[in-house]
């Protein structure tokens, strides 16, 4: 079995053992708006849940847009350009109007990837942002949540007068759902506030995971924090499978995304009536596999379809590497998965860690094992003899660990599935 795999910008075909009972799993996706500038169009002039933005920005002096940062293939170049227009129209200087690139803890981007993020016009024309969750004097204190988090918003977002979110909604390991709130909390938010709503206390809460917001405890907590940073509006977008727009939610943040969610989730769902015995996943390729601290999503969503000690092969470039300094060094330092979870129960958060912990829950239950040929030999030291040389050694260490006739799913386009069991019949 032949199988085209979404790795860095060109893909990967491997060749698979025809030994095994394969169950292909691909991103349906929806269909492509036939005119997805019509179709923006008329979710901002005629929004879910709140006034037209034109309506909005009237008597505004100042507003500030978070918009995703290299790693989420957001269509920014085409979404922010009537956003921005709406904001002209309504007497809103462009000097005035601020970009803020919502990086959490991410790195900056650099000049070409700001031109790559909202392109070159844009850039050469509005004020862009990058937001610098380590600087915690650029931020805003806003008191707390009701459970405590402290809350602390890029301080150029807040002193706006208009505050809008531009993303796009997708399974996310942990939040249910990317979009609407996550572009202020963690996007702009500091390292005290990011670092509280990634702890323990929420990582190992087993309702914050892929493909649920109704019962997810961290998605409450970021709507809560996204209405003390006064979010106004946001635009949404879902994507087909090729990455052009499928479908439009804007207006209310917390009514519009619920209905992009809603979209999506009925959009990439993948039931399978029985576990398997091993998945082979990626990170769904470039931007999102840029690093191994985004790799973690592929493994996370493949968990739910997988029998007790199940195995799971990744594929993901890491052309950049580990990730940021603090995980890189954290993948160096631990020896097991069950160290690690020990060692980071008790101490004061560090920055990162929730991706590594989020890797050792699935790691203690399933053995993963990896093709990932950008991640430096020092960096793999936890890993043992679960990181192989080529995708051809990985699938053969894959197969000799599998009886014949194996059930395994193959998922392409990794977190872009939203793969889950079928619930049993009520009889």
């Known amino acids: 079995m032949r199988v085209d795999f979404a790795f860095g910008k060109t893909g990967l075909t491997v060749d698979l053992p025809s030994r095994f009972d394969y169950r292909l799993l691909e991103a349906r996706g929806a269909k492509p708006l036939d005119d997805s500038d019509a179709a923006l169009e008329q979710a901002i002039n005629h929004p879910i849940g709140c006034p037209p933005l034109s309506e909005l920005a009237k008597g505004k002096r100042s507003a500030a847009i978070s918009v995703c940062d290299i790693t989420r293939p957001a269509p920014n170049k085409q979404t922010l350009p009537h956003i921005l227009k709406c904001l002209a129209d309504a007497g809103i200087a462009a000097s005035e109007t601020r970009i803020l690139i919502a990086t959490g803890l991410h790195r900056p981007a650099t000049e070409a990837e700001i031109d ?54 997708e399974p996310h390991l942990m939040l249910g759902f990317s979009g609407g709130r996550k572009l202020i909390a963690p996007g702009l938010a500091a390292q005290e506030t990011i670092k509280v709503i990634h702890s323990p206390r929420y990582m190992r809460n087993a309702r914050s995971v892929e ?37 439009v939610f804007a207006g209310d943040p917390v009514l519009a995304h619920r209905k992009g969610v809603e979209f999506v989730q009925n959009t990439l769902l993948e039931l399978i009536d029985e576990p398997v015995d091993a998945v082979i996943t ?52 631990f020896e097991s998965y069950q160290s690690f979870l020990e060692y980071i129960r008790e101490r004061e958060v560090i920055v990162d ?3 590594l912990e989020k890797l050792a829950l699935v790691g203690l239950k399933h053995d993963v094992l990896f093709y990932v040929p950008g991640l430096p030999e020092e960096t793999r030291r936890g890993f043992a003899g679960n990181m192989f040389a080529s995708a051809e050694a990985a699938v053969a260490g894959l197969a000799s660990q599998l009886p014949v006739n194996a059930k395994i799913a193959v998922i392409p386009e990794g977190p872009y599935v939203l793969a889950k069991l079928q619930e049993p019949a009520l009889v």
Not at 127 to 133: E, F, K, R, S, V
Not at 219 to 246: G, Q
């Open 116 to 169: 790559e993020i909202v392109g070159p016009d844009i850039a050469a024309t509005y004020p862009i942002l990058n937001h610098d969750a380590r600087a915690l004097a650029e931020h805003r204190h806003l008191g707390s949540t009701k459970s405590g988090i402290p809350v602390y918003i890029d301080e150029r977002f807040i002193s706006a007068d208009l505050h809008i979110t531009l993303g796009f909604i």
């Open 211 to 247: 493909g649920s917001i109704e019962n997810n405890p961290l998605h409450h907590e970021l709507l809560e924090i996204s209405a003390m940073a006064r979010h106004d509006f946001m635009l949404d977008v879902a994507l087909a499978r090729d990455r052009r727009i499928a479908g």
């Open 282 to 333: 990626t990170a769904a390729g470039y931007p999102l596999d840029l690093t191994f601290y985004q790799t973690v999503k592929g493994i996370t969503a493949a968990q739910h379809i997988l029998k007790p000690g199940g195995k799971i092969l990744v594929f993901a470039a890491c052309s950049e590497g580990a990730g940021a300094p603090e995980f890189k060094e954290m993948m160096e330092g």
């Open 353 to 355: 860690q929730w991706q």
